[in-house]
């Protein structure tokens, strides 16, 4: 993934979270792969994209998580980008001056992330804690079938290729880009959850 485009990933998330953190699952149970399964054919379905591969489910627990992106938070977020959009951001007011940006996108990842699709490896990441339990939530479901869109998308669009592609590409062409492969997943997102009246009841 290019500088560019971890960088604005970054900024999203720092700037937009604001989805809770639910409950992940049991890798062994037999019922939850079940709704893992049709989700993901209901959503091509939705989607009109087929699935070409199986999708693989990793499962990491919270502190798993929290550990990768520390190791990697230089990488994908370079001190010297951080501070000076940290610069950019504290002078337009939208977020407090000495705010450590890497420091708050580790911490905000770690928190509000539930799960993601690996583009570059092909794995499903779901996250889960032991106290947690197996039933699925509504709020679990939802993103789960927002992440299966991306991995629709990489099986049948190759946007590995259009997200390497970036590197060479401006700001506004990174940006557009990225908005079209999450909006893409969104509005699949939201047309699942609205044929499914009982998941807003839940949610």
């Known amino acids: 993934m290019s500088l560019t485009v971890r960088r604005y990933m970054a900024l999203l998330l720092v700037l937009f979270a604001g989805i809770g953190p639910y409950a992940a699952l049991s890798a062994q149970d037999d019922a939850t792969q ?25 499962f990491k627990t919270p502190a798993q998580l929290r550990a990768e992106l520390e190791r990697d938070v230089d990488t994908d ?17 939208l977020i407090p001056q000495e705010t ?5 996108y580790v911490d905000l990842r770690s928190e509000q992330v539930a799960g993601y699709y690996n583009t570059e490896t092909g794995e499903m990441v779901v ?10 939530s509504a709020s679990q479901e939802i993103t789960y079938a927002h992440e299966v869109v991306h991995a629709l ?10 997200i390497a592609a970036l590197d060479e590409a401006t700001d ?3 940006l557009a880009t990225l908005a079209l492969i999450e909006g893409d997943a969104t509005v699949a997102q939201s047309e699942y959850l609205a044929d499914r009246s009982g998941l807003l009841v839940r949610l």
């Open 172 to 174: 506004d062409e990174s």
């Open 127 to 136: 996250i889960r804690s032991e106290d947690d339990g197996d039933v699925l």
């Open 153 to 162: 998308q990489d099986q049948n669009l190759s946007i590995d290729e259009s």
């Open 100 to 104: 450590d940006l890497s420091r708050l």
């Open 34 to 58: 079940r709704r893992f399964d049709l989700i993901e054919r209901e959503t091509a379905e939705l989607r009109g994209l087929p699935i070409q591969q199986e999708i693989d489910v990793t």
């Open 77 to 93: 977020y370079p001190p010297e980008q951080s501070a000076k959009d940290e610069r950019v951001l504290s002078a337009f007011g």
